[in-house]
């Protein structure tokens, strides 16, 4: 059949498999092209089917020859319905690293359950012996507590006052302005236990009392903190109480990791256009804006230029990451730095709907986003019947 893109407030339902082929290929073209990493030989990804995950995993296989396993919870495709980007580039990178010579095993499904803990650790076992890179790589909606069974749903909203700031639905172009409401005590508990460092701590401890973890042992998990446009919803809000407890976990696994030589580390991350951050207020119109500013002055990086520097800059680089004050990698430093920001902040009072695409560069999300659904790929032929 002839697959679309089909999207509906900034989330697309369908996906191309040739495209998601031929984007994952894009990322390994890239990485073949950079100095040749010595980093970990054995890696497990959790969250390895798309974003800042799938590049991670691509850039240990493709650049410093690891065997992967990923856990990713993505939907195949069934009679007409295509399956998701993330089905299709798992597909894509087990057979690309396979020919390759190298192991590639993926899981499919929910990475909070015992059940797939275990079904991960029998497959290290069989073709991996241990692991010395595990990295951390989830956004997810909700997560089903595996304790207490109880359903856990991550919301992303201000907290103590209402958030009014505008937004853009990328496809059509369509500025307005939004507000969201505080959340509720319960919704800021459910968000950490959703998107915290819960369920990356009961990974280690499962993988280290199965004795898969190998001397030396590296884990890392994606933080984010962006500007002060955005802290109400993001830093300062449900998924910014989170996101530090994900990073206070770092110091904890670190206590057990050390005395195996190991390291637990976050690394905060450029805000990036994927399927997670398009759904949040304002920071697709943040992104569209640093996007621009970014690209003029060469700094732009997408998630595999991203974590190939992580690799190449900081875990594998021979010497000890350097680290900020509260000890984390910080892979925003672009993003970041004082010029870039003060342009952004600028185009932000500036953009109106009448020069949105003539001052930002929304087509460049417009066609990422496009991109990470397997849409609009040079020379692949989207009239052609393709099975799902
Ligand atoms: P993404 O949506 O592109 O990928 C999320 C991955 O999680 C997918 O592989 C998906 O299959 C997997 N997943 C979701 N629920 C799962 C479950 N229950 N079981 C197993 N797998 C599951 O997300 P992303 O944007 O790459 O985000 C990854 C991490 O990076 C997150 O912690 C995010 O907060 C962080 N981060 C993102 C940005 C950004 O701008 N995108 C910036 C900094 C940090």
Same mark, same amino acid.
């Given at each position: 059949?002839?697959?679309?893109?089909?999207?509906?407030?900034?989330?697309?339902?369908?996906?191309?498999?040739?495209?998601?082929?031929?984007?994952?290929?894009?990322?390994?073209?890239?990485?073949?092209?950079?100095?040749?990493?010595?980093?970990?030989?054995?890696?497990?990804?959790?969250?390895?089917?798309?974003?800042?995950?799938?590049?991670?995993?691509?850039?240990?296989?493709?650049?410093?020859?690891?065997?992967?396993?990923?856990?990713?919870?993505?939907?195949?495709?069934?009679?007409?319905?295509?399956?998701?980007?993330?089905?299709?580039?798992?597909?894509?990178?087990?057979?690309?690293?396979?020919?390759?010579?190298?192991?590639?095993?993926?899981?499919?499904?929910?990475?909070?359950?015992?059940?797939?803990?275990?079904?991960?650790?029998?497959?290290?076992?069989?073709?991996?012996?241990?692991?010395?890179?595990?990295?951390?790589?989830?956004?997810?909606?909700?997560?089903?507590?595996?304790?207490?069974?109880?359903?856990?749903?991550?919301?992303?909203?201000?907290?103590? $006052? *209402?958030?009014?700031?505008?937004? +853009?639905?990328?496809?059509?172009?369509? /500025? !307005?302005?939004?507000?969201? %409401?505080?959340? =509720?005590?319960?919704?800021?508990?459910?968000?950490?236990?959703?998107?915290?460092?819960?369920?990356?701590?009961?990974?280690?401890?499962?993988?280290?009392?199965?004795?898969?973890?190998?001397?030396?042992?590296?884990?890392?998990?994606?933080?984010?903190?962006?500007?002060?446009?955005?802290?109400?919803?993001?830093?300062?809000?449900?998924?910014?109480?989170?996101?530090?407890?994900?990073?206070?976990?770092?110091?904890?696994?670190?206590?057990?990791?050390?005395?195996?030589?190991?390291?637990?580390?976050?690394?905060?991350?450029?805000?990036?256009?994927?399927? $997670? *951050?398009?759904?949040?207020?304002? +920071?697709?119109?943040?992104?569209?804006? /640093? !996007?621009?500013?970014?690209? %003029?002055?060469? =700094?732009?990086?997408?998630?595999?230029?991203?974590?190939?520097?992580?690799?190449?800059?900081?875990?594998?680089?021979?010497?000890?990451?350097?680290?900020?004050?509260?000890?984390?990698?910080?892979?925003?430093?672009?993003?970041?730095?004082?010029?870039?920001?003060?342009?952004?902040?600028?185009?932000?009072?500036?953009?109106?709907?009448?020069?949105?695409?003539?001052?930002?560069?929304?087509?460049?999300?417009?066609?990422?986003?496009?991109?990470?659904?397997?849409?609009?790929?040079?020379?692949?032929?989207?009239?052609?019947?393709?099975?799902?």
């Amino acid at each position: 059949m002839v697959i679309e893109p089909k999207i509906r407030g900034n989330v697309c339902f369908t996906a191309h498999p040739v495209g998601c082929d031929r984007q994952v290929q894009q990322q390994i073209d890239y990485v073949r092209a950079q100095k040749k990493i010595k980093g970990p030989q054995k890696v497990l990804v959790i969250g390895s089917s798309n974003g800042y995950g799938l590049a991670t995993r691509i850039v240990s296989a493709f650049s410093g020859g690891a065997d992967t396993i990923g856990v990713a919870y993505e939907r195949p495709g069934k009679g007409s319905k295509s399956g998701s980007a993330g089905w299709y580039n798992n597909v894509a990178f087990e057979e690309k690293a396979r020919k390759e010579g190298l192991i590639a095993r993926s899981v499919n499904g929910d990475a909070f359950s015992d059940e797939i803990k275990s079904e991960v650790i029998d497959l290290i076992k069989q073709h991996l012996g241990k692991v010395d890179l595990v990295v951390y790589s989830i956004a997810a909606p909700r997560r089903i507590d595996p304790k207490t069974g109880e359903i856990h749903s991550s919301v992303i909203k201000p907290i103590g $006052a *209402s958030y009014t700031a505008r937004t +853009v639905d990328f496809q059509s172009g369509r /500025l !307005y302005e939004t507000t969201t %409401e505080p959340a =509720l005590e319960k919704e800021v508990e459910d968000t950490v236990k959703v998107m915290g460092g819960e369920d990356w701590g009961l990974w280690i401890e499962a993988l280290d009392t199965a004795g898969v973890l190998a001397p030396g042992i590296t884990t890392i998990a994606f933080s984010y903190i962006g500007p002060e446009l955005t802290a109400p919803i993001y830093r300062q809000g449900t998924i910014g109480q989170a996101k530090k407890n994900l990073e206070s976990t770092a110091a904890v696994l670190q206590k057990r990791l050390s005395s195996k030589g190991g390291q637990a580390l976050v690394s905060i991350n450029k805000a990036l256009v994927t399927r $997670a *951050s398009a759904v949040i207020p304002a +920071v697709p119109l943040y992104i569209s804006l /640093l !996007y621009r500013v970014m690209k %003029e002055k060469k =700094l732009h990086e997408g998630c595999i230029q991203q974590m190939y520097r992580m690799f190449n800059d900081s875990l594998f680089s021979g010497e000890a990451p350097e680290l900020d004050n509260k000890g984390r990698i910080r892979l925003d430093d672009y993003e970041m730095r004082p010029d870039v920001q003060q342009e952004v902040a600028d185009l932000w009072q500036q953009v109106s709907a009448e020069n949105l695409e003539s001052i930002s560069d929304i087509k460049g999300f417009r066609a990422e986003f496009l991109r990470h659904h397997g849409f609009g790929m040079q020379g692949v032929d989207y009239e052609a019947d393709v099975k799902v």
